[in-house]
């Protein structure tokens, strides 16, 4: 059985690489579109086998502040 990533990696793992991404885009003040694609990230987590159902549905959004 393969182990789940666990929420503080994938936060890591999406300010390294995602996170520049989006605010390169659409810059530092637009925090709908960084909660979408932290959403959106999480979800091909889950598509991906990486996190279980239950983690992608229960995981809060940590650019909700």
Do not use: C, H
């Amino acid at each position: 059985m393969r182990r789940s990533m666990m929420k503080k990696d994938a936060y890591a793992l999406f300010m390294q690489d995602m996170y520049p991404l989006v605010v390169a885009k659409y810059g530092r003040d637009d925090r709908v579109a960084i909660r979408e694609k932290w959403n959106n990230y999480v979800d091909a987590l889950n598509k991906d086998g990486e996190v279980t159902d239950k983690q992608a549905y229960n995981w809060s959004n940590p650019f909700l502040k």
